[in-house]
């Protein structure tokens, strides 16, 4: 069958956590709430940026049966099912399949550093088990591992393959897979070091797989939507060169540790990182601050800088 295919604004959220490390269901309700409201098109639940990594395998089923009965509205929730071998990551995509999940994003397993051929055969055999739309993110920094173009685009014949999220520094690459019109959404990570968001755009990707759509959902909807004309275009390049500060401050340390201690200072629900993830402080954190104020966040959605929590 066809399957519906991610567009615009994809922004993968932080796991909301209560003071005592435990989930904050409310707080995933807020969010998503929050998101539908503010233009965000679909979300991933437990990427790198929900610190998927540190939470365990009964955390991460109680994740998706409880967050994929709430309501999203018309996004996408899809969940990050990559497990630490191919069985494990095939049953994390059932689980999501079968609790209610729209689709599931997978990576290469980290740590084991295979070969690119062993990761596609990875990724097909995923593909096959289940009748589901999957997403593949590139991620060479988080687990070493990196397909080149032709591996991508031999996954993109596949029907269940929906969507690449490209984190590498190569326009080129994401130029081959443009190139062809493969039946799927090339997105990219928002990154303003890897720089590929506005060639992405340019050459005809869908969107982004984002992690900054956590503070400014808003300019992340309009710096992702696929460009139809010349003012998507305009519009496109002036968001993202007006967010830069933010842009770059949501990459100044390990994500999701910039985002998330923002949030907590804004009133969003984030709660506490796991350890041994700490918040940024000093220099660091003031440049988020710079950039909430200077951006006018605090106005245009509502939130309430916590000055007491700065000091």
């Keep these: 069958m066809s399957h519906i295919k991610p567009k615009g604004s994809f922004v993968a959220l932080v796991t909301p956590m209560n003071n005592d490390g435990s989930i904050d269901y409310e707080g995933f309700r807020t969010l998503l709430q929050w998101h539908a409201e503010n233009g965000t098109e679909a979300i991933l639940i437990m ?8 939470l365990t395998p009964e955390e ?14 018309d996004m996408l929730m899809y969940y990050g099912c990559t497990g630490n071998n191919t069985e494990s990551t095939i ?3 059932r689980y999501a399949k079968n ?59 596949h029907p269940n393959m929906v969507v690449l999220k490209e984190s590498t520094t190569r326009v080129g690459q994401v130029a081959q897979m443009c190139a062809p019109k493969p039946d799927m959404s090339i997105m990219c990570c928002c990154s303003p070091n ?20 956590n503070i400014i959902p808003r300019e992340m909807a309009v710096i992702s939507k696929p460009w139809e004309n010349g003012d998507d275009a305009f519009a496109c390049r002036e968001a993202w060169l007006t967010n830069l500060p933010m842009l ?42 710079d950039a909430f104020n200077k951006l006018g966040l605090a106005e ?3 939130l309430k800088l916590n000055t007491k929590a700065v000091a």
């Design 47 to 54: 990427g790198s940026t929900g610190e998927v990594s540190m």
């Design 194 to 213: 890897l720089g590929l968001v506005i060639p992405t755009m340019a050459l005809g990707g869908h969107g982004t797989a984002n992690m900054t759509g």
């Design 91 to 93: 049953d994390y995509v």
């Design 300 to 302: 245009r959605y509502g």
């Design 248 to 289: 770059h401050y949501a990459y100044s340390a390990v994500n999701p540790v910039p985002v998330k201690t923002l949030m907590n200072l804004v009133g969003l629900p984030a709660g506490p990182l796991r350890k041994p993830l700490k918040p940024v402080t000093g220099d660091v954190l003031q440049a988020g601050i």
């Design 99 to 157: 609790e209610g999940a729209d689709g599931a994003i997978i990576a290469a397993p980290a740590y084991i550093c295979a070969d690119n051929d062993a990761i596609t055969d990875y990724v097909l055999e995923v593909l096959d088990a289940e009748d589901f739309p999957i997403g593949f993110y590139n991620n060479p920094p988080r687990v070493k591992t990196d397909l080149h173009w032709t591996n991508l685009l031999k996954l993109a014949e």
């Design 60 to 73: 991460r089923r109680e994740i998706i049966s409880r967050t994929a009965a709430m309501d999203r509205g």
